[in-house]
């Protein structure tokens, strides 16, 4: 079974920063896309970001300019660095990994981010 564990979450003022960490298993990164998703109670987890295997990245047109993925593969470490962080930035943030069909095949259980004014 596949384990990706989030870290890095945490309780920031509005205009703060915070990154997320995602450790997973090596071939993983060689193999998959990964990304971040984000969820609020009540609605849909929404994809924040993705980054694929030729380092193509991809962003929520909202998020771009403030969100910044990255990967280190030698550390087998996925990264979501978040500045000026608003209220409306507050979720469980995800990790995942491997596409199929669409959707992710791999999860972490969640870090909370909550953005305060």
């Known amino acids: 079974q596949v384990r990706l564990v989030e870290s890095g979450g945490g309780s920031v003022q509005t205009g703060g920063s915070l990154k997320l960490s995602c450790a997973a298993p090596?071939?993983?990164?060689?193999?998959?896309?990964m990304g971040w998703y984000r969820q609020v109670p009540g609605k849909e987890r929404d994809v924040v970001s993705t980054?694929?295997?030729?380092?193509?990245?991809t962003y929520t047109d909202s998020l771009q300019g403030r969100f910044t993925i990255s990967v280190d593969r030698p550390g087998s470490t996925l990264y979501l660095e978040m500045n000026n962080l608003k209220t409306d930035d507050t979720a469980v943030y995800y990790c995942?990994?491997?596409?199929?069909?669409?959707?992710?095949?791999?999860w972490g259980q969640g870090t909370q981010v909550i953005v305060s004014s």
């Open positions: 995942s990994a491997c596409w199929r069909q669409g959707s992710p095949t791999y």
């Open positions: 090596a071939y993983i990164f060689s193999n998959c896309g």
């Open positions: 980054i694929w295997q030729n380092d193509t990245t």
